[in-house]
């Protein structure tokens, strides 16, 4: 894959904006879950499917950190991300890994935090790939895991002032919408997972505000 045009287009002042308000998203649903999560001294984060890293510098944006963790198959798109982030954020010590998510080569309970925008989709076996997730993450760490374009307040905002956004499946029915072909599971199904780990979770699937998956892991709600 080609990173030039996707690295230029992730680069946009709104999709700057996009992720700044994913990010927003994502810390307020992680704080119903876990308050106490982003008070820890330095917490060890993960962003899976980072290619060029348009959600880590937003998330180092709203939450400053000594390192982050960058898991990507491709390495282009990872060392695009680590010259970004050392050039937004030079105190920020960058660790990427070149690596398949079904066979993330990281010692178990490694993780506070793990975040994905755009991969789940692309995942051949959801339920490996969850299985590794669960590995790597400490007993209390949480996932943030899924994708969007940001709030449906958010969306709105751009639909008025971008003259060149028009998205097809804006505000549409979800029955009606065209699918891009996608790996991921049915709610029921990653329920049930959650529900066989015994861990806590919540799925948000709002119309115009993507697809998210909330889980905290050892802890039921």
């Not at 029921?188 to 892991?217: M, N, T, V």
């Amino acid at each position: 894959m080609d990173y030039t045009d996707f690295d230029k287009a992730s680069q946009s002042p709104w999709n700057r904006a996009m992720y700044d308000d994913i990010v927003k998203t994502l810390v307020a649903r992680c704080e119903t879950i876990d308050k106490s999560l982003f008070t820890r001294d330095n917490p060890a984060v993960l962003d899976i499917g980072s290619g060029p890293g348009g959600l880590s510098l937003a998330f180092l944006r709203k939450i400053p950190l000594k390192e982050i963790s960058l898991l990507d198959l491709r390495e282009d798109g990872l060392e695009k991300a680590k010259e970004r982030i050392h050039k937004e954020h030079p105190n920020t010590q960058v660790h990427i890994i070149k690596a398949d998510i079904h066979e993330i080569p990281l010692k178990e309970s490694s993780y506070d935090l793990i975040i994905s925008r755009g991969s789940i989709r692309f995942w051949e076996n959801q339920e490996e790939a969850l299985k590794e997730i669960r590995r790597i993450l400490k007993p209390d760490g949480i996932a943030y895991i899924g994708g969007g374009r940001g709030s449906a307040a958010f969306q709105e905002r751009r639909l008025k002032e971008d003259n060149e956004w028009f998205p097809d499946n804006y505000n549409m029915d979800p029955s009606s919408i065209k699918k891009i072909p996608s790996k991921k599971l049915e709610d029921w199904e990653y329920e049930r997972l959650f529900e066989a780990y015994g861990d806590s979770y919540e799925i948000y699937s709002h119309l115009g505000d993507g697809h998210w998956i909330l889980w905290k892991k050892g802890e039921r709600l």
